[in-house]
Each structure stands twice: as C-alpha cells, then as structure tokens.
C-alpha cells in the first residue's frame, strides 16, 4: 500500500512541476520569438492558421483580440538594445525611422502583459503623433518623469516590456520580418 502512495506522490508531483513550467513559459513568452530584430522579437505564425499550440496560448494570454498577420505584425521587447532589461527606473531613448506600415504605435506593459498604471493615463505613441517632417528619424522617450515631446512614462520602478504593432504592415514588413529595421532601445541613466 505504501508503494502505491508513493507512485500516486510522485505522479502528483509530476503533474504539479510540468503544469507550472508550462504556465511559467507561456506567461514569460513575447508574442513569440522565433524572429529577432534587435532586443524585438516576435512570431512569423502569430496570427495564421500555422500557429503551433505554445503560439496559440501565448496570443490567448498576452495577445487578446491579435489580429492575423495581414493586418497586425506584433513586436516585443524585455531588453534595451545592449540587451539590459527595461527598468522603471530608467530613462530611455527609442529611436527609429519609417516603419512599413498604414500606422504602428508602441506601448508599455507591465511584464504580465498589463498596462501599468500612471497619473498621465499615457500609455503608448502612435505614427499619427510624429510630426510630419520627422517620419524618418524620430524619438520617443521612456522613463518615469515627465519629459517634453513624444514620451512614455514608465509608471514605476518595475521590469516592463514594449510592444510595437504595425497595422496593416507592407512590403518586408509583411514578407519577411527577419530583415527589417525596427526602433532602437538606448539606456540613458538610471535613478538609484
């Protein structure tokens, strides 16, 4: 009897361990990562009939209401672009040029996927808030005080992420997203 207790145990426990790893996987995923452009990365299947299970979970979890790949690419970033992770506490220059696409906007989120709440109630820059003249070389700043021009607060002092969507996406935007340029992530300095 003893030895059927153990077996039962450790069956438990089994089911215990791989039910947590597969959450802890789907949870720490970007909208995937099989193509990476800088610290962005994200899935060529997301949005298509080809999505494998963990893609499917992903944009169940962290990608509510993903439009299919013709008409949304998805993009997310955890890392500046020397591969630091995105701190509240930090200042941020994201710096780009023309994305290949009708509009695009980035947003922060907390690393569950939330908005992270700010007196501001800004959370994201859209391609319709850069300035006519400066479609080809813009920046957006990141961090946790108020700055002039384009800006996201940061809301906290906590990890977050980025997410760049770009409707509508045209030429190697939407052939092959492996061999486009997207925004830079520079760290600028850092509160203690």
């Known amino acids: 009897?003893?030895?059927v207790f153990t077996w039962l145990g450790l069956i438990v426990l089994g089911l215990a361990l791989g039910i947590g790893l597969a959450v802890w996987q789907i949870r720490s995923s970007g909208l995937g990562n099989d193509v990476r452009v800088g610290p962005w990365s994200t899935g060529r299947d997301v949005g298509t009939a080809n999505a494998d299970i963990k893609t499917r979970a992903i944009v169940a979890l962290r990608g509510l209401l993903a439009l299919p790949a013709r008409e949304a690419?998805?993009?997310t970033a955890a890392t500046?672009?020397?591969?630091a992770p995105l701190s509240g506490k930090c200042r941020y220059a994201l710096s780009g040029g023309a994305i290949e696409a009708r509009w695009w906007s980035v947003t922060l989120y907390?690393?569950?996927g939330w908005?992270?709440?700010?007196?501001w109630n800004r959370h994201s820059v859209g391609s319709a808030r850069i300035p006519a003249g400066e479609t080809d070389k813009w920046t957006v700043l990141i961090g946790p005080d108020e700055q002039p021009g384009l800006w996201i607060p940061t809301g906290g002092d906590g990890p977050f992420e980025l997410t760049l969507r770009a409707y509508r996406p045209q030429g190697?935007?939407?052939?092959?997203p492996a061999r486009i340029s997207l925004p830079t992530i520079t760290r600028r300095e850092c509160r203690p």
Not at 115 to 119: C, D, H, Q, T
Not at 172 to 176: F, G, H, S
């Open 73 to 75: 690419r998805y993009f």
């Open 1 to 3: 009897m003893k030895t």
């Open 80 to 83: 500046d672009s020397a591969g």
């Open 172 to 176: 190697l935007m939407a052939r092959d």
């Open 110 to 112: 907390d690393r569950g």
């Open 115 to 119: 908005l992270i709440a700010n007196r």
